[in-house]
């Protein structure tokens, strides 16, 4: 006769059972999943294609989406005060248009009077650089040490200009794209409250519909804060850029806090940008090298204090941004849709956290702490 083992557990070679272990397995990663992720690593790469090879479509109408997400709490504000939403639409839109044409005005006219004066500021830009004519000589003569054949002369090269027309044509969307922005940002702010009650019916069950309110409540709170806190700190760059290019006498300081300010809107990217021109524009207009790197090391500590104090503490309380997710999320929407991909990085930053707040379970799996 078989004698079967004891169903409590597994025994010894006495016949004593064992001790059932508490020592917690790994969880394993089944076929299933590796088969959703990639599935879901497929889609993102096709979405990120398409977003790529339309963009002359979706660019304008995203930014649309987006832009209008932030401006649409100034139009419920007017609305409040008898004036029809499309007319707000139209006001607003407006409003901001003359904004944006203003500070193209400021930022062009100094970009005019200099590109007129390219030779000349040339010739300036070679006779302050001879300070770095003996560093450049022991360079060559360092790459000729070791074999690499140098360069004739050991003055300072100029820069080439053959990139300005290429960058302009990046930088510049076509009328069809401009047009189709604002026609759509118009028609999106007039129609916002009709958009989002047709999101909400959508669903059939009450608690879908209560989550989808919450979501569109939340995205609106947050783009809608994050513009206007944005502009409001943006402004105050601007601002102390044109009050340190006035107090350095660097030229066209009202100029140069315009872009400031616009280029500030581009996390990480436009600051940099702006430092090395308040720096290009400071060596060749002042009289030492000393004498021009003041207006942009006075910037840097600026933007310095911004961006480790003034928009940590007013946008981390309102939504925490990780550095590394804005300066990724930056990069990727830079190279997939240009300039305004980089406007609009935040923004969609902001929404991809705010719907991973709502749509991911709150029971998922946690990390032990350290």
Not at 134 to 148: C, F, N, S
Not at 309 to 324: D, S, W
Request: charged share 15%; net charge neutral.
């Amino acid at each position: 006769m078989r004698v079967l083992p004891d169903e409590r557990g597994p025994a010894d070679a006495s016949g004593t059972p064992l001790p059932e272990s508490k020592v917690e397995q790994p969880p394993l990663i089944r076929r299933t999943e590796l088969v959703a992720f990639a599935l879901v690593f497929l889609l993102a790469i096709c979405v990120a294609v398409v977003l790529y090879v339309g963009k002359a479509f979706f660019l304008p109408v995203v930014s649309a989406f987006v832009v209008g997400t932030m401006l649409s709490p100034a139009a419920s504000f007017l609305e409040r005060y008898r004036i029809p939403r499309a007319l707000s639409a139209v006001l607003i839109v407006s409003a901001v248009g003359a904004g944006a044409a203003l500070m193209v005005g400021l930022i062009s006219a100094p970009l005019v009077e200099w590109s007129t004066r390219l030779p000349e500021l040339g010739a300036q830009l070679k006779d302050k650089m001879h300070v770095f004519d003996r560093p450049l000589a022991l360079w060559h003569e360092l790459q000729t040490m070791v074999g690499i054949p140098a360069g004739s002369g050991t003055g300072f090269p100029l820069p080439k200009f053959d990139w300005v027309e290429p960058a302009i044509g990046f930088l510049s969307p076509t009328f069809t794209e401009f047009l189709l922005f604002i026609a759509t940002l118009i028609l999106f702010i007039a129609s916002w409250r009709d958009l989002r009650r047709a999101l909400i019916m959508t669903f059939a069950d009450h608690a879908a519909r209560l989550r989808m309110l919450r979501i569109l409540n939340e995205i609106e709170d947050h783009l809608g804060g994050y513009l206007l806190t944005v502009t409001m700190i943006n402004m105050g760059v601007g601002v102390a850029t044109g009050a340190i290019c006035a107090i350095t006498s660097t030229p066209n300081p009202a100029g140069l806090g315009a872009l400031a300010a616009a280029l500030n809107f581009f996390p990480i990217i436009g600051p940099i940008a702006m430092f090395v021109i308040l720096a290009l524009v400071g060596v060749v207009t002042a009289s030492t090298l000393g004498a021009g790197l003041i207006a942009a090391l006075l910037f840097g500590g600026v933007t310095f204090l911004d961006g480790h104090f003034v928009t940590p503490t007013i946008i981390g309380r309102r939504l925490e941004l990780n550095a590394l997710a804005v300066f990724v999320a930056l990069a990727f929407w830079t190279w997939l849709w240009g300039p305004m991909g980089g406007f609009l990085s935040s923004p969609l930053l902001m929404v991809a956290l705010v719907l991973k707040e709502h749509l991911m379970p709150v029971d998922s799996p946690q990390l032990p702490p350290d």
